[in-house]
C-alpha cells in the first residue's frame, strides 16, 4: 500500500465518520422520518452520491450508529448472567449501564431512542434496542416480582437515558452532565431495590 492509499483510505473513513455523526445529529433533532440523506449530504457539504458510496440507505446508517452500543450491552448481559443475583447486582449493572450511555455520541443516540421509538419500532435497529432493553429489565427484576417491582426495573433504565440527555438540547433541567448523571444513577437505584 502506497501513502497516497493510506490517505485516501483515511479520507473515506473520516467521511464514513462525519456521515455517521452528521446523521445522527439530525436524527436525535428532527427525527428519523425527517431526516434524508439529502440533508446529510448537505450539512456535511458533500453529494449525495458521496454518501451512497458509504451508505445506500438511513436504516444502514442508524445501524451501524448501533453497533458499539448493541455490543456494550451484550457484554453487559452476558457479565451480569454470570453474577449471583441481588440488590448488590442490580446496582452495579446499573452503573455499567450508565458507562455505556456516557461520553461521545451515546447521549444524542440514546435521545434518539428515548425520543424516536415509533420510528424505530419497524427498524432493525429498534428491535435489537428492545431486545437488549429486556433482557437488563429481567436481569434487574427479581424472579418473584411485583407488577410494580417489574414496572420500577424498567423505569429504572428510563432515569439512566434521561439522566444521559436531560438538560441538554433545549431540555429545561439545569444541570451539568456529571450532576445528570449522578442524580439518574441515584433514581435508578432507588427504583431497582
Same mark, same amino acid.
Do not use: C
Given at each position: 500500500?502506497?501513502?497516497?492509499?493510506?490517505?485516501?483510505?483515511?479520507?473515506?473513513?473520516?467521511?464514513?465518520?462525519?456521515?455517521?455523526?452528521?446523521?445522527?445529529?439530525?436524527?436525535?433533532?428532527?427525527?428519523?422520518?425527517?431526516? /434524508?440523506?439529502?440533508?446529510?449530504?448537505?450539512?456535511?457539504?458533500?453529494?449525495?452520491?458521496?454518501?451512497?458510496?458509504?451508505?445506500?440507505?438511513?436504516?444502514?446508517?442508524?445501524?451501524?450508529?448501533?453497533?458499539?452500543?448493541?455490543?456494550?450491552?451484550?457484554?453487559?448481559?452476558?457479565?451480569?448472567?454470570?453474577?449471583? +443475583?441481588? +440488590?448488590?447486582?442490580?446496582?452495579?449493572?446499573?452503573?455499567?449501564?450508565?458507562?455505556? *450511555?456516557?461520553?461521545? /455520541?451515546?447521549?444524542?443516540?440514546?435521545?434518539?431512542?428515548?425520543?424516536?421509538?415509533? /420510528?424505530?419500532?419497524?427498524?432493525?435497529?429498534?428491535?435489537?434496542?428492545?431486545?437488549?432493553?429486556?433482557?437488563?429489565?429481567?436481569?434487574?427484576?427479581?424472579?418473584?416480582?411485583?407488577?410494580?417491582?417489574?414496572?420500577?426495573?424498567? *423505569?429504572?433504565?428510563?432515569?439512566?437515558?434521561?439522566?444521559?440527555?436531560?438538560?441538554?438540547?433545549?431540555? +429545561?433541567?439545569?444541570?451539568? +452532565?456529571?450532576?445528570?448523571?449522578?442524580?439518574?444513577?441515584?433514581?435508578?437505584?432507588?427504583?431497582?431495590?
Amino acid at each position: 500500500m502506497t501513502a497516497g492509499d493510506v490517505r485516501t483510505d483515511e479520507r473515506r473513513t473520516d467521511t464514513r465518520g462525519q456521515i455517521r455523526q452528521v446523521a445522527l445529529e439530525l436524527f436525535a433533532e428532527q427525527g428519523y422520518d425527517k431526516t /434524508s440523506l439529502r440533508e446529510i449530504a448537505e450539512r456535511l457539504g458533500i453529494t449525495k452520491a458521496a454518501v451512497y458510496y458509504h451508505f445506500k440507505t438511513k436504516e444502514e446508517i442508524l445501524a451501524t450508529l448501533f453497533d458499539e452500543l448493541v455490543a456494550g450491552l451484550d457484554e453487559l448481559i452476558e457479565w451480569a448472567g454470570t453474577q449471583d +443475583p441481588g +440488590p448488590d447486582l442490580r446496582a452495579r449493572i446499573l452503573g455499567r449501564y450508565q458507562e455505556l *450511555l456516557t461520553g461521545g /455520541s451515546a447521549d444524542n443516540l440514546i435521545r434518539f431512542v428515548q425520543e424516536g421509538q415509533a /420510528s424505530l419500532k419497524d427498524l432493525a435497529a429498534g428491535a435489537q434496542m428492545r431486545e437488549r432493553f429486556g433482557a437488563l429489565s429481567r436481569l434487574l427484576t427479581p424472579p418473584d416480582a411485583t407488577v410494580a417491582e417489574q414496572l420500577r426495573s424498567r *423505569l429504572a433504565l428510563v432515569a439512566l437515558h434521561m439522566g444521559a440527555f436531560a438538560g441538554s438540547h433545549g431540555d +429545561p433541567l439545569v444541570a451539568t +452532565p456529571e450532576e445528570r448523571r449522578t442524580a439518574a444513577l441515584e433514581v435508578a437505584r432507588d427504583l431497582a431495590r
